[in-house]
């Protein structure tokens, strides 16, 4: 439930101001900060609203997507953090976050090109990395998926620990070795 | 049926998905508030419920078929026991573990039993159903094999994720170093069970037998899907009611799962493996009213026996309920429901009408509160909701069906007496 006096702020904001790509610093600074006292779900509406006068600002479709993602509501954040990706600069980080709630939603294919492009924006980074790794084990690319993972924990050591555990997951290559015990057990005479 | 009971004794009660009443407890008229668990997330809003003046009291869902001390004791957070006037416990052991652990909670627990018990020995009696019947015609006589990874195959994410679910609402405290020990073991116990598991579904396939094979719901489904849907004899499935899947069956294999515990309530034949030497084989009440193999093959040769006619392998029913009371009170004479509902009627004798009549307006607003992972955890619909209530009214005759009115998006408020044409809430 959104909050009305959030609604009614940002209302009396927009009146004063104009509409365009960029919204004035002051509207995100105001957003900002309502968000961070009301949270997500006080800001649903007034969120709409900002984004209808402002649709290609950054930093409020950021916001936004910080918001969604909040709410659970991993493919509306996933699509708001593309679009501040195409509206504002192109950055690794940028790229990540989009990655991040992609992964989220399973939406595994588009989440593997933004990990990608993350990747290439900082080729010696080892959250890209490490992402892209989750990434492509969930797409049954298990050796390639748990490399990356590992450089990246080469990289960083606080991906360690989580290299580790990543390493326990249930994968394709779990399901291959069983076939593969099985089909060797019949081979023999079965036992 | 608690809700029905408690209309049978002159409540009116609201139900539904918990995320959409959270948000309205400060608003809602002092009340009872019910909740299903005691974790980090439901504690919050237990304080939230006492803090508005609600009687706050709480069933565990989680330890159904758990009987490890510190499994049931890592379900309730430590800010739930100051917000609880009442704690329901299913059985004895349950009882004197939260009394001798936390003796500040002395006189705030009963013993109740449980009522997603009394509703599968109830359901036990009447025939297969209509649901269950259809899935006999479909797949013929099956061996149903009910997974529960989902600790190193999470829904969500991937085993990662689920490590970092664990500390985000609290049992897993990331510094403690027994804690982390435990769940490095419990990685180490699923993927030794996922790979007994896998093996005995293929071996019995090729016996030609038919498996149908059920991933827990916390599960991702989709990896079964891709890598076993084509072996001749094994089907993955994720739809339909799991008590409509075990009536169908001819035998539930698990591994520790709460449905072993379903299936031996509804005097279903039933066994567990336990592959390997792991403390987790003990932790569950399943496991102990199964019979229990530790290698693929011993089940095996168990289930064709079993399968052929040439032993039954549910044997011992009554040594194994005998050993079941402690954790799970199941005397005939009262359900579970029915105990819940006397205790909160003694406790809050004027609790029993909400004394408002905005219920509609309050609840009427946007579905803000449910998430992508809300909704599909939610995991019912309104006709779900409704067939429930019939199926509970049916098993409890005496209690009747009550009035029912949408309150906003999964939230009904239901109460005693068939619906009028002007219900104003």
């Known amino acids: 439930m959104s909050d009305p006096s959030a609604l009614t702020v940002m209302r009396d904001a927009l009146r004063a101001g104009t509409t365009g790509a960029e919204a004035p610093r002051e509207l995100i600074d105001l957003f900002a900060d309502l968000a961070r006292r009301l949270g997500p779900e006080g800001v649903a509406d007034a969120l709409r609203l900002v984004l209808a006068f402002h649709p290609n600002c950054a930093a409020l479709l950021n916001i936004g997507a910080t918001i969604n993602f909040d709410r659970e509501r991993w493919s509306e954040a996933a699509d708001l953090a593309r679009w501040a990706m195409a509206a504002g600069p192109n950055t690794s980080e940028g790229q990540m976050v989009a990655a991040a709630y992609l992964f989220r939603s399973r939406r595994l294919h588009e989440a593997r090109h933004h990990c990608a492009l993350a990747e290439e924006l900082a080729p010696d980074g080892a959250g890209p990395l490490f992402l892209h790794g989750r990434v492509l084990m969930a797409l049954d690319l298990v050796e390639e998926g748990l490399s990356k993972i590992d450089r990246a924990a080469n990289r960083d050591a606080k991906f360690k620990f989580a290299a580790r555990v990543l390493h326990l997951g249930l994968t394709a290559a779990d399901f291959d070795r069983v076939k593969s015990d099985f089909a060797s057990a019949n081979t023999d005479g079965g036992k | ?425």
């Open chain 2, 1 to 425: 049926m608690i809700a029905l009971n408690a209309i049978a004794a002159g409540f009116d009660v609201i139900v539904g998905q918990q995320w959409e009443i959270f948000a309205r407890l400060a608003e809602l008229p002092t009340s009872i508030v019910l909740f299903k668990g005691n974790n980090g997330a439901q504690a919050e809003h237990m304080v939230t419920a006492k803090r508005a003046g609600h009687f706050v009291c709480s069933i565990e869902e989680e330890v159904l078929a758990v009987r490890n001390d510190r499994e049931i004791l890592r379900c309730y957070h430590s800010t739930a026991r100051p917000a609880l006037d009442m704690i329901f416990a299913q059985g004895t052991r349950q009882t004197a573990l939260l009394e001798g652990y936390w003796p500040d909670v002395k006189g705030r627990v009963a013993t109740v039993g449980n009522p997603r018990a009394d509703l599968l020995r109830a359901d036990g009696d009447e025939d297969l159903g209509e649901a269950a019947r259809s899935l006999r015609r479909r797949y013929g006589p099956f061996v149903l094999i009910n997974t529960n990874l989902a600790s190193i195959n999470p829904r969500i994410d991937d085993i990662y994720g689920y490590f970092e679910l664990c500390v985000r609402v609290g049992v897993m405290d990331p510094n403690d170093r027994d804690d982390m020990h435990l769940l490095h073991q419990q990685f180490l116990w699923e993927r030794e069970i996922f790979t007994a598991i896998t093996t005995l579904a293929m071996r019995l396939a090729a016996d030609g037998v038919s498996v149908v094979m059920r991933p827990h719901p916390s599960e991702n489904a989709e990896i079964w899907q891709r890598h076993l849907a084509g072996i001749p004899g094994i089907e993955v499935v994720r739809e339909g009611s799991q008590v409509d899947w075990l009536k169908a069956s001819s035998l539930l294999v698990h591994s520790g799962c709460t449905t072993g515990l379903e299936a031996f309530l509804l005097g279903h034949p039933v066994a567990a493996l336990t592959p390997g030497r792991f403390e987790f084989h003990d932790f569950f009440i399943s496991n102990l009213v199964s019979e229990t193999f530790s290698s693929v093959e011993s089940a095996r040769r168990a289930i064709l026996d079993h399968l052929s006619g040439a032993q039954c392998l549910d044997t011992n029913r009554a040594v194994k309920r005998a050993g079941l009371e402690p954790f799970l009170l199941q005397s005939e004479d009262k359900s579970a429901a029915e105990r819940i509902v006397e205790r909160l009627a003694a406790a809050c004798p004027d609790s029993a009408r909400p004394k408002t009549t905005r219920l509609r307006e309050l609840f009427g607003a946007t579905r803000t509160h449910l998430s992508d992972r809300r909704l599909s955890k939610a995991g019912f619909d309104r006709d779900d909701i409704m067939a429930s209530i019939e199926s509970c009214a049916r098993l409890a005759p005496s209690v009747g069906s009550p009035r029912v009115t949408e309150l906003g998006p999964l939230i009904f408020y239901l109460r005693a007496g068939p619906a009028g044409p002007n219900d104003n809430v």
